[in-house]
């Protein structure tokens, strides 16, 4: 039968008619603490949904990602529940909407990036790819990393321990224990002052990114400038309401701040701030 779980509780439990099995059972909603999940069933024991998590329409791209049997084989189904494109992936992701694109894993191990019919647009021929920002792929070859385009062809070359996407036309990167940032031609364009990892990407609306020195965390703009000290325990960007929220310690601080202007403090509390990731 089909469960509903919310949680570690089971919810919900019935059991489809053959007729409804055999045919494409319908989608149900269920609400969580963390948002709207979808569970979707089709056939008898042929078709196990996966990799959906907290996503609204589980249909990206007019395609969602499922699996045969225990998980051996991954493919992607229409809404009508049709296959459209064969179970043949060793491992494979949704489909991403920005890009009309999803990264696949085939038997040999290696990654490769295809489009909504099943074809590569980028060949399986690497150790990882990552989601592209700005037309522009991270990937790894012999345990470096470097940027693709959708097409495939090498922008950056594989040469660095880490990179994360572009942003505002920068991209993190890490290599000999130090990180900073590059711009799509391989150009150092903040220096790599920051920690090992210790490089965020820039967030679009607020236009700053998170940095670490010597394990402490603040923020920088676009132009390398540090507008909030690395002086911080913990941070967290708040692109809704404009504002950067640190702790130093068991004291809390609430940054306003704007792209145009260099904010100031708000608000200070001192007392347990709950842990906070960015």
Known sequence: GLMFRKGDKICKRFFPSKE???????????????GRRALYYFGVHKYYISDNGDRTDPFPCGLMLAYKGNGEKYGYINKEGNTVIPYKFKKASNFIPESNRAIVVDWNGLVGVIDTKGNYVIQPKYQSILPSN???????????????????NIVIPAQYNNVSKFSLGLAPFSKDKKSGYIERHNNVVIPAIFDFNGAWPFLQKMQVAVVKIEGKFGAIDKNGK???????????VKEDTNSIIVKKGKEQKVIKYSPATVGKSTTEEKNNFPNFTH
Not at 140 to 152: A, I, S, T
Not at 226 to 236: G, L, N
């Open 226 to 236: 540090i507008v909030v000290p690395t002086e911080y325990d913990e941070i967290q």
């Open 134 to 152: 700005e037309n522009l792929w991270p990937y790894q070859e012999r345990f470096r990393w470097g940027f693709l385009d959708d097409n495939g």
């Open 20 to 34: 409804v099995r055999d045919k494409l059972c319908t989608f149900y909603w269920m609400k969580c603490e963390r």
